[in-house]
């Protein structure tokens, strides 16, 4: 059996056959057309960035870098102090990338080097559509039944931590509902699913000699993985993991509902706290009639763009030298990749290491001897025991065992980790189907919102107001992203094409509440008003990356010949693209625009500042709008018919999100199945 693959190197496009010659007005007419929706993403980054800074000008001015460091936030005194909020984006973005990066990984290794593909097919497949979930419903899984695990009641997981650590300043009681822990919890269930299928393209990229030759030398699958297949890929898999934290970073809604959003630098992980983008979404209406304080929060919205730039642009150049630089032999790109490896390696050892010698010394000052039968100095025994067995067990009779015990060992771990993506996905999915199916009637649909307490009201305006946003977004976004990849794909000679892809990388991964802000700054603030244009425009400006990419790749995988033919028989480039190429890869660009969809009807947070919800069912897209996002949000945290109608909405999106993500997968599947 022999597997289709979607890498561009395999298919290489003929440079002399599409070039940047033209044979015609319409040729060149149309080369300058995709040209300038090709550096639309570009101009899109540095318009974005422009924006931003130029309406944080007067912060910028009147506290300079004091916002950075000072504490205290207070509107009417105008102290504008951004540290708490710092912390709380820093912690829970560590949280998170700790307890995704295990599971990621081990997804990864199992997916790639253990799983037969009649396994490793569906695993991988759920594990995709876990991305696909909106991050409100992830906040509304996370207030309701996530926080009441983690922290309500005697039984709790918070509560165990406090009992049986409770000595470690990180758990230290009692444990709030809503805190850093929760909101570390469900952000690494957002991320797994980026480390997971970032890593695992990265790993397939390990020359398979690689792998004959440890073998053949007598390693175990599990010392083949460990020394081989890891070393080779880690400067990649480090790229996924920065990927994931950007991810985690610019998080807004599903934070927002399960972290308490309380102005505090918290001793432990179980208390509140408060993130940059949770103070962008709260604070913006109240900031309407105070332009200082939103001038601030517009810098706060400018900063959390270039971490993500800087984020996502060195998460990318890491995957790109892992993958151009599996067949190298010793040069640059091998020195910069084995550097960036080692550096993130020994600075996490250092972090872990100065955290474990200051509990153990503060357990030793604080109790004496006894301090050294703590929890951490447990942990730290047991890891010093399995270091030492191995090295006391070479050259005897046990080695032998030892290496199969730890290569079974280590085969379980790494199914439990792949698993645990479907059993996240399976949990949310049918909490979801349970608690909405009884709340779906006829009035979810016929009427608007009434008040919380009202159980006839409905999603009404929401329904209406998706189905606008999207209609809008599409006519906007698709064209230019279809056009944009026609550029990428058909005229490579081009020097400016790197930037364009690098662009498009980036602003696929900008947080969605940024993008609400630059369109806060774009569409709303020059015509003082909010539409359903303007949530429509931003829409379409978060949907057009991605369809720009899935169209350069399809495009691509278009066999050269039918190129070659075309023009032989006298057709112009222009013919050529239009009746040939584009619908020979026209069920994959349909694949890129039901991503995209899915994508944008799921959002939230840009809407908060554009839309801004309208409690009518409107169509007049020069007023403001409602969402279904917004109706969720709006709902959830009033208990009763109010609680009833967010898990009916969110029964509802999770629905047309997952339709959309499986269709789109599947004409994936069919179009490069196995063979």
Known sequence: MSVETTSTQSRPISRSIIGTGFTGFGDKAFYYVSLAFGLSVVAVILWIGVSLYLQSVPAMHKFGWTIFRNLDWDVPNEKYGILPFIYGTLFSSAIAVLIAVPISVGSALFLTEIAPRWLSTPLSFTIEMLAAVPSIIFGLFGFLVLCPLLNSGPHSIGQFLVDHFGTIPLFEGPPYLTNLLAAGVVLAIMITPIITSISRDVITTVPP????????????????????????????????????????????MAVIMVIGNTVQLPKSLLQPAYTMPGLLALQFKEAQNQPMQRSVLLEIAFALFVITFLVNGLARLLILITKQGQSAA???????????????????????????????????IGHGLKGLLGPVEAIVLMYAILRVIPILARKTPAWGFWRKA??????????????????????????????????????????????PDDPTGGMLNGIVGTGLLVLIAGSLGIPVGIVGGIYLAEFPASRLIPYVRFAADVLNGV???????????????PYHHFSAWAGGATLAVMMVPTILRTTEEMLRLVPSSL???????????????????????????????????????????PLLFTAFGNDLVSHNPSEPISAMTLEIYNNYSYGGPAEARAWAGALVLLGIVLVFSILARVATRRKYAIK
Not at 223 to 234: D, P
Not at 332 to 355: D, E, H, N, T, Y
Not at 431 to 446: D, K
């Open 330 to 364: 010793d040069g640059p790109v091998q020195r910069l990749k084995a550097a960036a490896g080692m550096a993130f390696k020994w600075i996490g050892i250092g972090v872990v290491v100065f955290f474990v010698a200051r509990q153990i010394y503060g357990d030793v």
């Open 406 to 451: 730890v290569h079974l060992t280590m085969f379980g771990i790494l199914g439990l980790c792949a698993m645990a993506g479907s059993l996240a996905l399976g949990w949310l999915t049918v909490y979801v189907i349970q608690r909405g199916g009884h709340a779906i009637n006829p009035s979810l649909f016929t009427q608007p919102p009434k008040s």
């Open 511 to 525: 947080p969605s509440v940024v993008m609400g802000m630059f369109g806060y700054a774009l569409f709303v603030l």
């Open 563 to 605: 190129r070659e033919a075309s023009l032989a028989l006298g057709s112009t480039r222009l013919t050529m693209i239009t009746r040939i190429v584009l619908p020979a890869a026209s069920s994959g660009i349909v694949t890129g625009i039901l991503l995209a969809i899915a994508r944008i009807a799921g959002e939230t947070a």
């Open 209 to 252: 000699a690689l792998r004959e030759a440890s073998l053949g030398l007598g390693a175990t699958r599990w010392e083949t993985i460990s020394n081989v297949v890891l070393k080779a890929s880690q400067s990649g898999i480090v790229g996924a993991v920065i990927l994931g934290l950007g991810r985690a970073i610019g998080e807004t």
